[in-house]
């Protein structure tokens, strides 16, 4: 093997990959291509389920199931959103940009006490920071 990818570490090449297949999805659904998008951030999610977590951060450098959350509540599929938040959560707890999204996608979804669940937790987060 020659070229840039050498001297990776298998870890290293999967996140590059997942990373593309987000960078993929991000741009379909800017081009108004939602479908695809869609698609490319959940071929994303499920590679990345499949890495141990110690390889997690920080390739890739966005968790997959937060970058789907994003797409779907920006699509107005709130419950679909949240599930996403909710699943990234269960994987890596308490990250901030997860949290935000929980609580944003419940609050749209009707969902008032994981909104509030959501919200408390981010306070009390920043609050021992």
């Known amino acids: ?3 840039p990818a050498r001297g990776l570490s298998q870890a290293e090449r999967e996140g590059m990959a997942i990373t593309a297949m987000q960078l993929e999805g991000l741009l379909a659904m800017a081009t108004g291509d939602e479908k695809r998008g869609v698609e490319r951030l959940r071929a994303a999610v499920a590679a990345e389920d499949v890495m141990p ?3 997690g951060p920080p390739f890739p450098i966005v968790l997959s199931r937060e970058l789907l959350g994003q797409a779907l509540l920006a699509m107005g599929q709130p419950k679909e959103a949240q ?3 909710a699943l990234a959560l269960e994987r890596a707890p ?3 940009r ?4 929980l609580a944003s996608a419940a609050a749209a979804a009707g969902d008032a006490a994981t909104a509030a669940a959501a ?6 987060m920043l609050g021992a920071g």
């Open 119 to 124: 919200r408390a937790e981010l306070t009390a």
């Open 1 to 3: 093997h020659h070229g």
């Open 53 to 55: 977590y110690e390889y």
């Open 83 to 85: 599930a996403a938040f």
């Open 94 to 96: 308490r990250r901030k």
């Open 98 to 101: 997860a949290l935000e999204g």
